[in-house]
T-cell receptor
Framework: EDQVTQSPEALRLQEGESSSLNCSYT??????LFWYRQDPGKGPEFLFT???AGEEKEKERLKATLTKKESFLHITAPKPEDSATYLC???????????????FGKGTLLTVNP | NAGVMQNPRHLVRRRGQEARLRCSPM?????VYWYRQLPEEGLKFMVY????????ESGMPKERFSAEFPKEGPSILRIQQVVRGDSAAYFC??????????FGPGTRLTVT
C-alpha cells in the first residue's frame, strides 16, 4: 500500500528564517509527487509536480526537490503569508490500474511569525 | 478561467437525512475526483468519474454513498441516511488528464 509521511507535523519560523519540510514516501512505482498548499477552510492549491529523482522546481520562495525515497520543500526567507498547511501526495505508476489516485500525507502546518 | 466550484460550502444535516454535494469541474476538464478529509486525517480518495461513467469507486463506502457525473450538469456526491461519522470536509478535484488535480473549496458537512 502506498504511504506518505510528512515531517514535522508543525513548524514555527520567524520571518526570513529558511527551513525545509520533508515528505517520505513508499510506492511501488512513482508516477508523480505533488505538493499542495492548504489555507484554513479552503481547498488544496496546487504548487508543484515532480516526476523523477533529481528533479527540482521553484516558485517564488519555494523550491521542491525529489529523491527516490523523499521530497523536500525548501522555503527561503519566508513571509507571514506563507503560513499554511503544506500537503504532499503521490501517484503510483500502476499499469492498467488506478494510477490517478492521490495518496496524501497528513501535512505540515507552517506558521511564519513577523 | 473559473476554478473548480463546489456547493454548498457548508451543509448541516440531521442523522438520517440525505446530503447532496455538487461539483462543477474547471472548463475543459473531463476527469472528476472526490476526496474526504476527516478531522486530524489526511485527504482520502473516494471516487473517480468521467462523463456518465464511474471509473473507480473503491474508496467510497459501499452503503449509503453514491456518485454521478451526468452528461449535462455537475457531478453529485450523495450520502443517504447520514450518520455523525460522515461529518467531514468533502473536496472535489478535476483534471484535463490524470496528472495534476485541481481542487475546489470543499463542502463542510456537519451531521447533528
Amino acid at each position: 500500500e502506498d504511504q506518505v509521511t510528512q515531517s514535522p507535523e508543525a513548524l514555527r519560523l520567524q520571518e526570513g528564517e529558511s527551513s525545509s519540510l520533508n515528505c517520505s514516501y513508499t510506492v511501488s512505482g512513482l508516477r508523480g509527487l505533488f505538493w499542495y498548499r492548504q489555507d484554513p477552510g479552503k481547498g488544496p492549491e496546487f504548487l508543484f509536480t515532480l516526476y523523477s529523482a533529481g528533479e527540482e522546481k521553484e516558485k517564488e520562495r519555494l523550491k521542491a526537490t525529489l529523491t527516490k525515497k523523499e521530497s523536500f520543500l525548501h522555503i527561503t526567507a519566508p513571509k507571514p503569508e506563507d503560513s499554511a498547511t503544506y500537503l504532499c501526495a503521490v501517484q503510483a505508476d500502476v499499469r492498467g490500474g488506478s494510477n490517478y489516485k492521490l495518496t496524501f500525507g497528513k501535512g505540515t502546518l507552517l506558521t511564519v511569525n513577523p | 478561467n473559473a476554478g473548480v466550484m463546489q456547493n454548498p460550502r457548508h451543509l448541516v444535516r440531521r442523522r438520517g437525512q440525505e446530503a447532496r454535494l455538487r461539483c462543477s469541474p474547471m472548463k475543459g476538464h473531463s476527469h472528476v475526483y472526490w476526496y474526504r478529509q476527516l478531522p486530524e486525517e489526511g485527504l482520502k480518495f473516494m471516487v473517480y468519474l468521467q462523463k456518465e461513467n464511474i471509473i473507480d469507486e473503491s474508496g467510497m463506502p459501499k452503503e449509503r454513498f453514491s456518485a454521478e457525473f451526468p452528461k449535462e450538469g455537475p457531478s453529485i456526491l450523495r450520502i443517504q441516511q447520514v450518520v455523525r461519522g460522515d461529518s467531514a470536509a468533502y473536496f472535489c478535484a478535476s483534471s484535463p488528464y490524470t496528472y495534476e488535480q485541481y481542487f475546489g473549496p470543499g463542502t463542510r458537512l456537519t451531521v447533528t
